[in-house]
C-alpha cells in the first residue's frame, strides 16, 4: 500500500489531523491506521459509564473518514522507518509524510491487591468499558482512585446513578495543578454535598479480598468498603514508536516539536498526547494533554504537511478545558495562581460574581463566578477560572481567546458583547467585565509591586449561598 500521508493513532487528534489534510490536499491519498476496531469519543468516556444508554452511544462516527475519502485501516504497527510503516501482519505502507497521533500509555499503579476481582481501569477501550459499565449494575459501593477530571467526572456519575462513592486522591487537592486550591476545595465540597465521600491526600495502601475485592486500606489506617474499584490512572506520552525512529523525544513530555508539529527526523510529524509542546507564556517544554492542545496541533499540522500553506505556527498551550461536578462546571484556561507564581509572573487577580440570566429568578439561572489573571507589566489576561452553570463552557471559551489575543483589561472593557435575559448575565452585571474593573482598580496600588503569596479567591460559602443579583466585585490581589 502507498499513501501521501499516513496517520496512525484514531484518537481526536489523529482524525482531525486526517480531516485536516484533506481539506488543505484534496490531491493527495491519505491514510489512518488505527489499532482499534472500535473507537471512542475520548471526552464522552465517563458519561458512557451511566448518563448514556450505552456505550455504544461514544463511538467515534467513521463516515467521518470514509465521506472524506480518506482509508481507513485496521492494524497493530509493529514497526516504522523513514519511508514505510509495518504492522504485526507484514502488510506494508509507505508514505511521503507521517504523522504520530498515537496518544498516551496509562501510569502503572503500585498497589498491593490491585489484579483480583472487580477491579478495573478505567480506559479507553470499547470491551473494556462495556466489562466496567456491566460490573456496575452489580455494585453498591464503589472505591474511585484518583482526583483528576476523569476521577471527578466519573464520580459526579456514578453519585447520579445512585452508587455509594468514595473517592481517593492522594494529592492535597481535586484536579491538583490543573486549578488554584481554592476551586479544587469547591469541587470537593460540591461532591459531598451531592453524596460522595472525598478523600485527599491519602494514598491507597492495598486492596483487600477473597474471591473479589471487599474494600482497602487507606494510608491512614482507615478502612474503605468497597465491592467494585476504578482506577483512573495518569497518562504518559506513547514514545515506543517515535524511540524505534529514532525521533528526538523523552518519557516525560513526548516526542519533540517545532512550531509546525515537526519532528527531528524530515517527513514525520507529531500530534496530540504524544507531542511534546511549549507553554504560551514560555520557552518551557511540556505535555500536552488536553483536547483543546491536541486539536489546535492537528488542524496545524494537517493544513501545512507538504508546505506551509499559511504561515501560521502553534502558539503553545494554553491549557483551556472544563469539568463538571454536581451543579457546578468549572472552567480554566491559561495560568492559575500557582503556576504564574512557578515562572516568576507578577499578576494581579480580579474576581467578581454574578448570575448568568437577568432577571435572577429565570428558570436556569445559576450562579458564577470569574476569577482573572493579569499581567502585572502588560495589562494582558494571562489566564481565567470559572465556577457556575452550564454557562461556564462557552465563558472560558471566549476567554481563552481573549488570553490567546493578548487582550488588555481596557481592551476587555470595551468590547460589545451582546445580551440577552435567557442567555447571559446582565448588562450590568457581565462577570468577566466585572472581574476585569475589579483588577484595574487596584493597578496602582502599592500593593502590586512584589508578587503576593496568599490565595486568593470566592470561599466556598460565598458561591453557594450568597444572594446576589448582578455583579458583586471583591478586591483582591496577587
Same mark, same amino acid.
Given at each position: 500500500m502507498k499513501f501521501d500521508v499516513v496517520v496512525i493513532g484514531g484518537g481526536p487528534s489523529g482524525v482531525q489531523t486526517a480531516l485536516s489534510a484533506r481539506q488543505a490536499y484534496p490531491e493527495k491519498t491519505i491514510a489512518l491506521v488505527r489499532r482499534e476496531e472500535i473507537a471512542l469519543q475520548i471526552g464522552a468516556l465517563p458519561h458512557a459509564l451511566a448518563s448514556l444508554d450505552s456505550v455504544g452511544d461514544c463511538i467515534f462516527p467513521d463516515y467521518l473518514l470514509s465521506q472524506r475519502d480518506i482509508e481507513l485501516i485496521f492494524g497493530h504497527v509493529e514497526s516504522c522507518d523513514k519511508s514505510t510503516v509495518r504492522l504485526h501482519d507484514s502488510r506494508e505502507i509507505s508514505y511521503s509524510k507521517l504523522v504520530l497521533a498515537v496518544g498516551g500509555q496509562p501510569n502503572p499503579l503500585s498497589i498491593v491487591g490491585i489484579d483480583q476481582a472487580g477491579v478495573y481501569a478505567i480506559t479507553r477501550d470499547y470491551e473494556c468499558l462495556k466489562s466496567v459499565r456491566d460490573a456496575l449494575h452489580q455494585a453498591r459501593c464503589v472505591l474511585l482512585i484518583g482526583g483528576g477530571c476523569t476521577g471527578v467526572e466519573v464520580c459526579n456519575e456514578l453519585i447520579r446513578s445512585g452508587k455509594d462513592v468514595t473517592l481517593v486522591e492522594s494529592k492535597p487537592?481535586?484536579?491538583?495543578?490543573?486549578?488554584?486550591?481554592?476551586?479544587?476545595?469547591?469541587?470537593?465540597?460540591?461532591?459531598?454535598?451531592t453524596g460522595a465521600t472525598v478523600v485527599t491526600g491519602c494514598g491507597v495502601r492495598a486492596l483487600v479480598g477473597k474471591h473479589s475485592v471487599l474494600g482497602a486500606d487507606l494510608d491512614d489506617g482507615r478502612w474503605v468498603t468497597a465491592d467494585l474499584v476504578l482506577l483512573t490512572p495518569p497518562f504518559h506520552p506513547d514514545i515506543r514508536l517515535a524511540l524505534a525512529m529514532g525521533l528526538r523525544c523523552d518519557s516525560e513530555h513526548g516526542v519533540f516539536v517545532d512550531e509546525y508539529l515537526r519532528t527531528s527526523v524530515?517527513?514525520?510529524?507529531?500530534?496530540?498526547?504524544? =507531542?511534546?509542546? $511549549?507553554?504560551?507564556? @514560555?520557552?518551557?517544554?511540556?505535555?500536552?494533554?488536553?483536547?483543546?492542545?491536541?486539536? =489546535?496541533?492537528? $488542524?496545524?499540522?494537517? @493544513?501545512?504537511l507538504f508546505a506551509i500553506n499559511v504561515a501560521k505556527s502553534y502558539a503553545g498551550s494554553l491549557g483551556s478545558f472544563s469539568c463538571a461536578a454536581g451543579s457546578l462546571v468549572l472552567g480554566v484556561t491559561g495560568l492559575t495562581e500557582l503556576k504564574a507564581r512557578s515562572i516568576g509572573l507578577e499578576y494581579v487577580v480580579g474576581l467578581a460574581e454574578t448570575i448568568d440570566r437577568h432577571p435572577s429568578k429565570l428558570t436556569g439561572a445559576s450562579r458564577v463566578v470569574v476569577k482573572l489573571l493579569f499581567d502585572r507589566g502588560s495589562r494582558q489576561l494571562v489566564g481565567a477560572q470559572v465556577l457556575g452553570g452550564e454557562s461556564t463552557g462557552e465563558?472560558?471559551?471566549?476567554l481563552a481567546v481573549m488570553v490567546q489575543k493578548k487582550m488588555t483589561d481596557m481592551e476587555i472593557d470595551t468590547l460589545q458583547l451582546g445580551t440577552h435575559p435567557l442567555?447571559?448575565?446582565?448588562?450590568?452585571?457581565?462577570?468577566?467585565?466585572?472581574?476585569?474593573?475589579?483588577?484595574?482598580r487596584h493597578w496602582s496600588s502599592s500593593e502590586h509591586s512584589t508578587l503576593s503569596r496568599s490565595a486568593t479567591a470566592p470561599k466556598t460559602s460565598s458561591v453557594k449561598h450568597s444572594n446576589i443579583d448582578g455583579a458583586r466585585q471583591t478586591p483582591r490581589q496577587g
Open positions: 487537592d481535586l484536579l491538583s495543578g490543573l486549578i488554584d486550591p481554592e476551586f479544587g476545595q469547591i469541587i470537593r465540597d460540591e461532591l459531598v454535598r524530515p517527513n514525520v510529524h507529531a500530534v496530540g498526547e504524544c =507531542a511534546s509542546g $511549549r507553554s504560551f507564556f @514560555s520557552a518551557e517544554r511540556q505535555r500536552t494533554i488536553l483536547t483543546s492542545e491536541a486539536m =489546535a496541533q492537528a $488542524r496545524l499540522a494537517g @493544513s501545512n465563558c472560558v471559551n471566549m442567555l447571559t448575565p446582565s448588562p450590568l452585571g457581565y462577570g468577566v467585565m466585572g472581574a476585569t474593573v475589579d483588577a484595574a
